[in-house]
């Protein structure tokens, strides 16, 4: 299974874009790459997968390059709800969390 | 509320107690898999069921845990003789059939276990 690497804490402030960057430089042909999000007491919550390119949903973008050795997820415009942990997951049908990145949003 | 329901939500046992928890997964998921999580940690894999199969289980599961899912569709896990390092929060996931290129997980609320 591909390791993930990403910042262990974020901050950014209301309204702007938050890009958050995950390295998996070992991630096989067949795996696909997820990000999950989780708040306090909550179980995690899936937000977008992709396998390369761009993957666009409701919610956030997920930039991969050719190389796919990382992944950026992309959450336009946040708010404070958007505070939370949010998980990068690569692999099949195994998930593996790392301990993710904690974003904090402040006003 | 994904459509995952976990009970209990919390639990408070006292050292060497039996503690059981349930989960009930979507109803046409025939997927359902375990995992814990300790504060500050991302969940840990524990297990996971394929219908009523269990399909694997994480070196991290020892033998006094242990789990089933009778019918392939609600599963329980149980613990034995409850050490003070189970404390941590049980998540249970389920996930369908796969149509996509992965599984989606979707997530229960959790049920917080407190060992005194």
């Known amino acids: 299974l591909a390791k993930t690497t990403q910042p262990i804490s974020m901050d950014s402030y209301e309204g702007q874009e938050v890009n958050i960057t995950c390295s998996h430089n070992?991630?096989?042909?067949?795996?696909?790459i997820t990000w999950y999000q989780q708040f306090p007491s909550q179980g995690p919550r899936f937000i977008i997968q992709g396998y390369k390119t761009k993957v666009t949903n409701e919610v956030a973008s997920l930039f991969i390059p050719a190389d796919r050795k990382s992944s950026t997820l992309s959450l336009p415009r946040v708010s404070l709800s958007d505070t939370a942990v949010y998980y990068c997951?690569?692999?099949?049908?195994?998930?593996?969390f790392g301990k993710g990145t904690r974003l904090h949003i402040l006003p | 509320d994904t459509g995952v329901s976990q009970d209990p939500r919390h639990k408070i046992t006292k050292r060497g107690q039996n503690v059981t928890f349930r989960c009930d997964p979507i109803s046409e998921h025939n997927r359902l898999y375990w995992y814990r999580q300790t504060l500050g940690q991302g969940p840990e894999f524990l297990t996971y069921?394929?219908?009523?199969?269990?399909?694997?289980k994480s070196r991290l599961l020892s033998d006094r845990f242990s789990a089933e899912r009778p019918k392939g569709s609600f599963s329980t896990l149980e613990i034995q003789r409850t050490e003070q390092g189970d404390s941590a929060m049980y998540l249970c996931a389920s996930s369908p059939a796969r149509t996509g290129p992965t599984y989606e997980q979707y997530f229960g609320p959790g049920t917080r276990l407190t060992v005194t």
């Open positions: 069921f394929q219908n009523e199969a269990q399909l694997e």
């Open positions: 997951l690569v692999g099949d049908d195994k998930i593996i």
């Open positions: 070992n991630i096989a042909t067949n795996d696909y």
